[in-house]
């Protein structure tokens, strides 16, 4: 068996002068006459392995030698200790057997490559040390978040994928249909569920309902938008957290999400310290000084009043000149996180621009909603105090012309031993954004799905 490259890492001296077996991609290839070096990366780890080959001890030095980048090959040497060098170590080749072959014209050479460029290949970007990284960091946050989660004895609910519920109003939605054009317009009978259907835009409604029975839930799973925006931070298909919590207010839901974001930044120092060594010095300078403070602060909290407030005291040249019962442009949430210097909820929005659940406030005119905003990703987290008093309720859906015949069984649970309660989703790709400095969201799914784009 093999030895992953990132064992071998951790305990080289334990290795020295003993034979090694290895294999992974060439990232590179550079042979003289009488000898050679391979750069091989396993994937394990961004660390790559020095592979010395030599004519006198190699039966195949030549075909070696002329190994493209991007094969795969297997190496049985010797390892090395080379402490007066770069690498802590080297291996001796004693055999070298090439698995795969790759082509000349593989597109991933040992230089620059644009983002774009390297978009356009997500299949084999992640044989790039910036991509392998994100990826990483990628899975290793999933495991952090449902750690939080699972360590607080919440929930893990899987919320539906297709849904008949347009309740949320968060944006476009992709239709589930099997009648493929064959049905007059808006007549769903004869259409797979009887009804029209669609992929979901969030879990909450349905969370609400097991945190009505669980107290604690979170859902974790895909989530669909067909908004026609092509901006750096939204995509057609993404990842949502959504807990939910009952007998909690928008305090509670405030304090839960400091927690998770705290814990997970945390969490990632411990493990993935090389990773974000390398986010430091080749994607956000100072990005590790930025994570360290946010875990010693206190996030800020303002109202969106107050927020309105702060943009019109400091700044008159936005594109998007702030209003008082506007949402918040980019431009204006940059500003804001920059004013605070590091994250900040902005909380009490207007009930116009909100949706139709988020709990009245007294002033009849704003409700209990929180935004997260962060440098850099914006707008990470979105969440509210639910309305639990069904008259309140019913007279917002009302008052939205919101077609309540699907939410029956969301107004039951106002009905059947309803609570206060709260929650808010965070986007996965927000996220990893934020925590590793890359600025476009398409370089944080692994396979973007955006308008016009749906390749691989
Ligand atoms: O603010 P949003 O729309 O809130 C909800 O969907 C609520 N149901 C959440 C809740 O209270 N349970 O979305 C929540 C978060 C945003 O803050 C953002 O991080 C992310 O989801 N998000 C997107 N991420 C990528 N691409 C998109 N198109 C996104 N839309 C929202
Ligand atoms: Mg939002």
Not at 251 to 274: H, N, P, W
Not at 434 to 452: A, E, H, Q, S, W
């Amino acid at each position: 068996m093999a030895i992953e490259i990132k064992k071998i890492y951790i305990d080289y001296v334990g290795y020295k002068d003993k034979e090694v077996l290895i294999n992974g991609w060439v990232r590179n290839n550079r042979s003289q006459k009488e000898f050679g070096f391979i750069d091989l990366n396993d994937g394990t780890t961004l660390e790559t392995v020095q592979v010395v080959y030599e004519a006198q001890t190699l039966e195949n030095f030549k075909e070696v030698s002329k190994f493209r980048v991007g094969s795969s090959i297997v190496v049985k040497g010797v390892l090395v200790l080379t402490p007066q060098m770069k690498q802590p170590f080297e291996v001796k080749a004693k055999e070298i057997i090439l698995e795969g072959d790759s082509l000349d014209d593989y597109p991933i050479q040992p230089k620059r490559h644009s983002r774009e460029f390297l978009r356009e290949n997500a299949h084999l970007r992640v044989r790039t040390n910036l991509f392998n990284a994100v990826f990483r960091v990628r899975s290793v946050v999933s495991f952090s978040i449902h750690k939080f989660f699972q360590e607080r004895g919440f929930v893990y609910l899987h919320a539906p994928i297709i849904t008949a519920s347009d309740a949320e109003g968060a944006g476009e939605m992709f239709q589930v249909t099997t009648l493929n054009g064959k049905q007059p317009e808006e007549n769903y009978s004869n259409d797979f569920f009887g009804k029209k259907a669609n992929l979901s835009v969030s879990g909450q409604l349905q969370a609400e309902a097991y945190a009505l029975a669980f107290k604690n839930v979170y859902t974790f799973g895909p989530t669909f938008r067909a908004e026609n925006s092509n901006t750096t931070r939204h995509a057609s298909e993404f990842w949502m957290i959504e807990p939910e919590i009952a007998f909690a207010d928008l305090k509670d839901d405030m304090a839960l999400a400091e927690a998770m974001v705290k814990y997970i930044i945390k969490d990632l120092f411990q493990t993935c310290e090389s990773e974000l060594k390398f986010f430091d010095q080749f994607v956000e300078k100072g990005l590790i000084d930025k994570l360290r403070k946010v875990l010693e602060s206190k996030f800020a909290v303002v109202t969106h009043k107050e927020a309105i407030d702060i943009l019109f005291a400091n700044s008159k040249d936005f594109d998007v000149k702030p209003e008082h019962g506007k949402d918040l442009a980019t431009e204006h949430e940059k500003f804001l996180t920059k004013f605070f210097n590091g994250p900040v909820f902005v909380i009490d929005w207007p009930k116009e621009i909100k949706a139709f659940y988020m709990r009245m406030n007294e002033d009849n005119e704003t409700v209990a909603a929180m935004d997260l905003l962060v440098p850099g990703s914006g707008e990470l987290i979105g969440g509210s105090q639910r309305e639990e008093r069904l008259d309140y309720l019913e007279k917002r859906i009302n008052e939205l012309g919101i077609d309540d015949k699907d939410l029956w069984w969301y107004k039951d649970l106002r009905k059947y031993g309803g609570c206060k309660h709260a929650g808010f989703g965070m986007g996965l790709e927000r996220m990893i954004m934020y925590v590793t400095g890359i600025d476009n969201i398409r370089d944080v799914l692994p396979f973007p799905r955006t308008p016009k784009k749906c390749e691989f």
